[in-house]
């Protein structure tokens, strides 16, 4: 009827249809959690929860609750699909039944583990096929996992927990979903653990005690952070689906170059750039951070080796490991690296050279299947420091200092005991580790040879000489010298290690925090706030962001940091290059801030300028700013694609309404105006005797038809000759009841334009509402003939301010909805009451009631049940909600058990009612 | 039901368009009426002074004149009752003008039957008051000379609020009476404001007269305006 006259928004909106049709692959998300117990199946129930409230069709294929109480709870909320019985050697396993989830057909399936292995003999060896399945057949999922199922993650977390991993998924199976994060402090869970409330199958209570050690799970909570901030949202890769895939990389390959503080790195790093480049693939530059503590000038060095593999376009990662070759594999393996370019040792003393020869059979011998190329650097000109032993020594005046006074005082004190020597020597001793617990390796290890000497000066014989008499003493010399050292190195190595624990937990804390305050940014206004207060917190720091505006950069209203001219321009040269500026970097080193662009490889959004108060800007801490840096432009990302999606969305929305506004309408239209004609034609074409023979009701003076209900159109049959008059009468019927049916859409329509206009200004006043009920039933009188009423209203009057036209309205929409919904002879319930400081009108019927799926819809314009009768334009149920909401009043439909579906208006009853005197 | 057969009463049609006049026209001579109309306001108050029609049907939505304003030049030297023609939505126009002296209202699209008793009504009315002091209509009696209400022969107690409200919709029986109108004449017009009186008083006089309490066919609301009772 409606020929497409315009040909852009048509072809537009078949490419969008096409669009919709290549997504109908069910979309997968996937709770993931760091390890069992942090909540994942309950956070999935919960989520699916939502998704039932919203009216979607969410059955449980497979959900293992280990009988928790709360998720047992949750889990009843869902209608389950039986599991199917495998007898697999004696034993009755249980599995999801796929075929029987594929036949139910729902819109989301729950299905717990992603990562199992499925009972032999299943259709599939792995669940994660099964989910595919669904998926194909167009069913969404969600699922969980634990980030050790991760294939790329499995090695490093094997390494960290040294628990075998054997069931893995493929990373591919992640690569369209949607990751959410279910996080709880590790300290929460070792409770939960001591509690008996983490379920795991059939481990040793030593390797569950092993496995939930804390610092293991802070390593795995970085991971699982790790894994689900750097994974590329679904809206990202809708983008890069239908945006031309410019950029895409062309190979599998990923290179990573090891960088330290030396300045053969920079050649190295060079180097890496140039096998990119040719292999048109992404590069890493990654620095591993030992336990121990770079001399300013080598982190100086290091910062500007970074700095150049960034410009290069590397992406840069820092990480901390005790272990070198470790710390290199893991980041390998978690970005699926294929090859590591690593500098050929050259010079430096022979101690040096074992070492980096052991460094480099190690990761010969541990790196797998990824590749490792060791490159012969130039030298140098720069005169290399010595590296090695060298920083150990470095510590601070004050603590040898410390060290000097305590073994002194110490002295002092055991000079009572001088006449026993072997007590001031284990009362050394003790200082000693003592003395490791608070000052450097350096210290600690003067500080033994510096008691060594002074146990043997002042207390073994012969006393105030370094000399030794007796072999027994020598003996006992000897050993403390060794014991001492020993020990004293061994405490401070621990704490060493614990202090990159603690700092690693740190960063992951306020990398965590900023990840999940940024999940919840749905602006770009959002987004900076967040990345400022997070900056501040964990900074200490003042920042502003910038965002271009025509050819500059404006500054964000909401910036702690006020930038100057010259600030700005920095800024400005930071957003152009898309590289880091101002101070602490090569690039306009004498700027007052740092300015780190916030981009991603599709584009630059502005510029993130920091004035941190610090001298000098320790590389974990630079790293965290960047880091904080990309993931905020990631999130900007993110906003900025969902914004252009909405748009998308918004304006093949209004077609599709458009489109079913001309639709509805030329048909609602037509129909009573093709029966108005044809009836009126016809009874111009005949004779009738008799004018007084029409009979007229007596309620309305209309012209009731011999039986209610439109007539078989019969125009020029012979009959209308036969019997004049009774034809007569149906014509005229007919003519009225079309005329109604206009009547009714004409003024729809204005009731809609009125509303979309904003015109709907209520007038209230006091009425009854029960008045409102029986007036609208009065006027209905002839539409509702074939539908028994039951009335139930209050004896007394239930006063309420309200506008009684639009209450009235909406209370005949929903009665008209009713009856053309439901058959001829069902009854129509209607009642008002008042409840807790509103008044309640609903309309009840037993009609077929509203499919799940239509639920979430019904008040759309336009939007008729699926199998709706024809008559009605869809426009109803949308002006009564219109007309109640103008009201401060809401209205809401659920099934009836029984069968058939409830409306209810609430109005609020927001003053309280005067009293009236009655008996005057 | 009834064709007039009493000297033709005539009426002024003030209606803008020619498809309404041309239809009230037939309809209204087909009842024995006399018809005369007119496009315009100036035109109808022009043929009103001039024909001196015994009832008016006058449309609100004029080219030239508010349709309040010509009701108000009528009313200054004319009582002849005045019909209004208005549409829906137009509800606050509607009140003003039965406010302002039109004695009913009719909405469009309207059905003839319907427009045919509320001009019979208002003719009723407009005619100097017979002695006929009993009033029928279903069950209820009134009779205003004793003040005593029957509803199916039985005698029904009404408070004094309520025989005045009653008396008031008696004695303008079938035509609408307005929310200001019925507060104005039973408790002054300082309690103009005053509408949950009405539906307090409305609600027990319908549980007194009313066969069916929760279906009235007596006393009629007529959303937004008033009420009306019924007579027949």
């Known amino acids: 009827m409606t020929k497409p006259e315009r ?31 942090v909540g994942k199946t309950y956070a999935m129930l919960e989520a699916a929860q939502r998704e039932l409230k919203a009216g979607r069709d969410v059955v449980i294929g497979y959900v293992e609750t280990h009988g928790r109480k709360e998720t047992d709870a949750l889990a009843t909320n869902f209608s389950t699909i039986p599991r199917l019985s495998i007898e697999y050697r004696g034993v009755t396993l249980t599995e999801m039944n796929l075929d029987a989830v594929l036949a139910r057909r729902p819109q989301l399936a729950l299905v717990d583990e992603l990562a199992h292995t499925n009972v032999p003999g299943s259709r599939h060896p792995k669940r994660w096929q099964d989910i595919q399945e669904l998926r194909d057949a167009g069913i969404d999922v969600f699922t969980t996992l634990n980030v050790q199922h991760v294939e790329s993650r499995a090695d490093t977390v094997k390494q960290i927990t040294g ?68 994974h590329v949202g679904e809206d990202t890769i809708l983008f890069r689906r239908t945006e031309s895939a410019a950029g895409a990389w062309k190979t599998g390959n990923r290179l990573l170059v090891a ?49 150049t593999a960034r410009e290069l376009g590397a992406e840069v990662l820092t990480t901390t490991d005790e272990d070198l070759a470790r710390g290199l594999l893991r980041i390998a393996r978690e970005r699926n690296v294929t090859l590591i370019v690593l500098g050929k040792p050259s010079g430096g003393g022979w101690l040096n050279r074992i070492r980096s020869g052991q460094f480099l059979r190690r990761l010969m011998q541990e790196s797998g299947d990824i590749d490792l190329h060791v490159v012969k650097a130039e030298k140098a000109s720069v005169a290399s420091e010595k590296t090695g032993w060298q920083p150990v020594l470095i510590s601070t005046a004050r603590q040898y200092a410390l060290a000097a006074g305590v073994i002194f005082a110490t002295g002092l004190a055991s000079l009572p005991f001088a006449s026993v020597p072997r007590v001031p020597g284990l009362i050394f001793l003790l200082v000693v580790v003592l003395l490791a ?23 073994l014989p012969p006393r105030y000489t370094l000399f030794i008499h007796s072999l027994d003493d020598a003996i006992l010399f000897g050993t403390y010298f060794v014991v001492a050292l020993v020990l004293g190195q061994l405490v401070a190595r621990i704490r060493a290690q614990s202090d990159a624990e603690r700092r690693r937990e740190e960063r992951t804390a306020a990398l ?30 003042r920042a502003a962001v910038t965002f271009p505006s025509g050819d500059k950069l404006v500054p964000h209203p909401d910036n702690t940091l006020i930038l100057t001219e010259k600030e700005l321009s920095v800024s400005d040269w930071a957003f152009r290059q898309r590289k880091a500026a101002g101070r602490f970097t090569d690039n306009l080193p004498g700027a007052g801030a740092l300015h780190l662009p916030l981009g991603t490889e599709r584009k630059t959004f502005g510029v993130l300028a920091v004035g941190l108060p610090e001298q000098n800007l320790p590389l974990a801490q630079r790293d965290l700013l960047e880091t904080f840096a990309r993931q905020a432009a990631l999130v900007l990302d993110r906003v900025e694609l969902r914004a252009a999606a909405e748009q998308t969305r918004l304006f093949a929305e209004s077609e599709r ?104 200004v209520p007038r209230l006043d006091w009425h009854d509402a029960r008045d409102v009920v029986q007036t609208t039933l009065r006027e209905l009188h002839q539409e509702m003939s074939a539908h028994p009423v039951k009335l139930d209203l209050p004896s007394d009057p239930i006063l309420i301010r309200l506008d009684f036209s639009l209450a009235q309205h909406a209370l005949a929409n929903l009665l008209v909805n009713a009856i053309t919904h439901t058959p001829p002879g069902t009854p129509v319930e209607v009642q008002a009451k008042s409840a807790d400081s509103s008044i309640l009108l609903t309309v009840s019927d037993r009609g077929p009631g509203i499919a799940a799926n239509f639920m979430p819809r019904i008040f759309d314009k336009f939007s008729r049940a699926p199998n709706a009768p024809a008559g009605g334009s869809g426009l109803g149920l949308t002006i009564a909600k219109g007309f109640v909401e103008a009201q401060g009043g809401s209205i809401t439909v659920e099934n009836r058990p029984g069968g058939g579906a409830t409306f209810t208006i609430r109005l609020p009853q927001s003053e309280r009612p005067p009293i009236v005197e009655a008996a005057i | 039901m009834s064709t007039e057969t009493k000297p033709r009463s005539t009426a002024l049609v003030i209606d803008d368009e020619p498809q309404i006049r041309r239809l009230l026209r037939v309809t209204l001579e087909a009842n024995g009426y006399r018809v005369f109309d007119a496009a315009t306001g100036q035109d109808g108050l022009v043929e009103a002074a001039q024909r001196k029609p015994d009832v008016i049907l006058l449309d609100l939505g004029l080219p030239d004149l508010d349709g309040v304003q010509v009701l108000k030049r009528i009313r200054e030297w004319s009582c002849a009752p005045v019909i209004i ?24 699209p309207f059905n003839s039957a319907e427009l045919l008793a509320r001009l019979r009504a208002a003719l009723r009315h407009a005619q100097p008051q017979g002695a006929d002091a009993i009033f029928r209509a279903g069950n209820l009696e009134v009779d205003l000379s004793k003040r005593l209400v029957f509803k199916n022969g039985a005698e029904v107690k009404l408070t004094p609020i309520e025989y005045s409200l009653l008396r008031l919709l008696v004695t303008h029986a079938g035509k609408v009476l307005t929310h200001r109108q019925l507060l104005t004449e039973v408790w002054g017009e300082k309690s103009v404001e005053q509408s949950h009186y009405l539906r307090v008083h409305f609600a027990h006089l319908r549980e007194k007269l009313e066969s069916n309490p929760s279906a009235p066919e007596l006393i009629l609301t007529e959303p937004a305006v008033g009420y009306r009772l019924v007579c027949r």
Not at chain 1, 191 to 220: P, T
Not at chain 1, 722 to 741: F, G, K, S, T, V
Request: hydrophobic share 40%; net charge negative; proline share 6%.
């Open chain 1, 437 to 459: 617990l608070f000052v450097g390796r350096g210290p600690v290890l003067f500080a033994g040879a510096l008691s060594a000497l002074t146990w043997n000066f002042f207390f």
């Open chain 1, 657 to 760: 309404l458009s489109r079913a506004l001309l639709n509805s309408i030329s048909h609602e239209l037509r129909t009573p105006l093709a029966a108005i004609t044809s009836a009126a034609t016809a009874l111009a074409e005949v004779e009738f005797p008799g004018v007084e023979s029409c009979h007229r009701s007596q309620a309305s003076g209309r012209l009731v038809p011999p039986h209610p209900g439109p007539l078989p159109r019969r125009e020029g049959e012979s009959t209308i000759e036969q019997q004049p008059a009774d034809q007569r009468q149906m014509l005229l019927a007919e003519i009225q009841e079309a005329n109604a049916r206009l009547n009714r859409i004409v003024g729809n329509l204005l009731d809609v334009a009125r509303l979309e206009s904003g015109k709907v």
């Open chain 1, 259 to 307: 960088v330290g503080p030396s300045p053969l790195s920079e050649p190295l790093i060079r180097w890496t750039r140039r096998m990119a480049d040719e292999l048109r693939c992404p590069w890493l530059a990654v620095h591993v951070e030992g336990p121990q503590s770079l001399s300013e000038a080598a982190q100086a060095r290091l910062s500007k080796n970074l700095d």
């Open chain 1, 163 to 230: 628990a075998e991993i054997r069931e893995t998924v493929p990373d591919s199976v992640l690569d369209d979903a949607v990751l959410e994060l279910v996080d709880l402090p590790p300290r929460e869970l070792v409770q939960r653990l001591h509690e008996g409330k983490v379920y795991m199958a059939d481990r040793a209570a030593a390797a569950i005690q092993n496995f939930f050690r804390e610092s293991n799970l802070n390593a795995l909570r970085e991971l699982a952070l790790r894994l689900v901030a750097d």
């Open chain 1, 512 to 541: 965590y925090e900023l990840t999940r305050e940024l999940a919840e940014a749905g602006s770009r206004d959002e987004v900076v706030w967040q990345l400022l207060g997070q900056i501040n917190r964990v900074f200490h720091a």
């Open chain 1, 7 to 37: 040909p852009n928004p048509d072809t537009l909106l078949a490419a969008l249809q096409k669009e919709e049709a290549g997504k109908k692959r069910g979309q997968l998300k996937v709770f993931v959690g760091m390890c069992p117990g």
């Open chain 2, 85 to 108: 023609l208005s549409v829906r939505d137009q509800e606050e126009e509607k009140v003003a003008a039965l406010d302002s002296g039109a004695d009913d209202y009719v909405t469009k």
